[in-house]
């Protein structure tokens, strides 16, 4: 089977703009009910609006429902001009400026022209101005995303590792606080996006992760961040290397699966590249469940998820790990979004209705990479964005089913898939970052906090209802109501937030043994 090559052209032309800145119901869905009848059931809201998933094209109501869904692009833009959210900003920028100034002061390593760091390389190194994301989530802060959450609810600790070609990786570990010291939990591992998309940007979900009772690492990849922007062997990272989104996934895995009686083996064998002090193993390895790993990444991180899930998959390039022989991960999460193994599903840079005319982008100067070979191998959940990385309005009606490419593989192949897609959400809702275009993320930050909105409270919603149906054990927290949250469509994070321009579909069986099958949830899966 072939591998065409992956044009990366899309997504260093993403790092350029950010440098700068249904189907109608003619087929039945369907729910195909198992043995037992207790099972949970998907049900709609009542009060459920179809109109604009019905309005004809062309017509004064498609352009209204248009208007008016384009407008959540623009949300989070308007409530950062809050003066509780500027000052909280603007404290964080700084702090995160100055700490990163002492790294450099105590270790000067980090500003060896080996690694190519500076002030400004990797973009956000100093997690200032919008590298801070969301600053209410903190220690410094107050609210309870803050100093509380840290104090009472978690325990994080940074790590510094190598990757296989000795750019050293900034991350950090969390583990949930008061459990049992032999306590054995799941485990999460989370691949940012390209260029200023820094760890931070995903702790909207990680501490949520944590409440729930996972062990979770984060991490930079080359070229972002806290981490290296090149290896000494002059390889870069970031969009000018994309290998190093399924590559450094695979490492940061070793490096969280490694303990006391197997350490970490990149370190072993970069040692002395660098006088920084590493991490031997991971500080919370006596906490792990090796059995339950799954993994989750957004926008070059997901392409990197889509990637690391599928070795081992028929027909795929084995597990290239160095402390497991068979590939471990068990369940796998997309933020806009899965691709498949032709590089086919990769989030637009623009969205017009048609194929998107800079596709192409530099593509005559830049060399794409090849995908290794991969699969469907693991329960999946694919979240894709309404809009693209620069939002347009619409002009014309998208393709419906243009988000659930990779889903037909998954059923093909018999394994579970979930698709969704929320109104009004963009490439920025999964990495929430100050000034960028996306949905409602903190309407009100005197609070202390940001919480609620709207695409953000669906993404961590499902993101933690999957993991939990497919990693949790009886007794565990979230074991019991996973199913449940998953086809809560009549919920608040349901149906009536899921686009009506791009179906949302979901095919997979529920602990009941229930088919959970809907090939447009807002139509009705009953």
Same mark, same amino acid.
């Given at each position: ?53 019905? @309005? ?31 000052? /909280? ?283 290794? @070979?991969?699969?469907? /191998? ?21 393709? *419906? ?75 565990? #927290? ?13 919920? *608040? ?9 791009? #179906? ?23």
């Amino acid at each position: 089977m072939s591998r065409p090559k992956l044009k990366i052209a899309v997504i260093f032309a993403l790092a350029l703009l950010a440098l700068v800145a249904c189907r109608s119901g003619s087929s039945t869905p369907q729910r195909t009910t198992g043995t037992d009848s207790s099972a949970p059931v998907a049900t709609l809201p009542q009060n459920l609006d179809r109109s604009c998933d019905l @309005a004809e094209y062309p017509s004064a109501e498609w352009t209204q429902c248009e208007l008016a869904n384009f407008a959540k692009t623009s949300e989070a833009l308007l409530e950062q001009a809050d003066p509780v959210f500027l000052q /909280r900003f603007t404290e964080q920028s700084l702090s995160n400026t100055q700490e990163w100034v002492a790294r450099s002061v105590s270790d000067p390593s980090w500003l060896s022209p080996q690694s190519a760091n500076t002030a400004l390389l990797p973009l956000c190194t100093t997690g200032g101005l919008q590298c801070a994301a969301d600053p209410f989530r903190y220690p410094a802060a107050t609210g309870a995303n803050g100093a509380p959450f840290y104090a009472d609810e978690a325990e994080v600790v940074p790590v510094v590792f190598y990757d296989r070609e000795c750019a050293r990786l900034s991350g950090q570990v969390w583990r949930p606080r008061n459990i049992a010291e032999n306590a054995k939990l799941p485990n999460i591992v989370i691949t940012n996006g390209s260029v200023q998309a820094p760890q931070a940007a995903y702790w909207f979900v990680v501490q949520p992760l944590v409440r729930a009772g996972y062990v979770v690492l984060t991490f930079d990849p080359r070229g972002q961040g806290r981490s290296d922007q090149q290896a000494p062997n002059g390889q870069q990272g970031s969009n000018a290397n994309l290998a190093v989104f399924w590559e450094g996934q695979v490492d940061a895995i070793d490096f969280f699966r490694s303990s006391p009686s197997t350490p970490y083996p990149h370190n072993i064998t970069c040692k002395g590249t660098y006088p920084t002090t590493v991490t031997d193993f991971n500080p919370f390895w006596n906490y792990q469940d090796s059995e339950r790993l799954g993994i989750a990444g957004h926008s070059a991180g997901a392409i990197g998820v889509s990637v690391v899930q599928g070795y081992g998959a028929r027909d795929a390039e084995s597990w290239p790990g160095q402390l497991d022989i068979e590939n471990p991960v068990k369940v796998a999460v997309a933020w806009d979004s899965f691709v498949t193994p032709d590089g086919e599903g990769l989030a637009p840079l623009t969205n017009i209705g048609g194929p998107d005319p800079l596709n192409g982008v530099l593509s005559s100067a830049l060399t794409g990479g090849d995908l290794p @070979a991969f699969g469907p /191998r693991v329960p999946a959940l694919s979240f894709s964005a309404d809009y693209g990385f620069a939002p347009l309005l619409y002009t014309s009606p998208p393709d *419906p089913e243009s988000h659930n490419l990779a889903m037909l593989l998954w059923q093909q192949e018999g394994i579970p898939f979930y698709s969704l897609t929320f109104q009004g959400t963009t490439h920025f809702d999964y990495s929430l970052i100050p000034t960028f275009p996306s949905t409602s993320w903190c309407p009100e930050p005197a609070s202390g906090g940001c919480e609620d909105g709207w695409g953000a409270p669906a993404i961590v919603h499902y993101s933690v209802a999957w993991f939990d149906r497919w990693l949790k054990l009886p007794d565990e #927290l979230g074991y019991e109501d996973a199913d449940q949250r998953l086809i809560d469509d009549a919920g *608040p994070q349901g149906a009536i937030k899921m686009s009506f321009r791009y #179906l949302s579909a979901r095919d997979y069986s529920d602990r009941s043994g229930n088919t959970q099958r809907c090939d447009n949830i807002r139509a009705g899966c009953l």
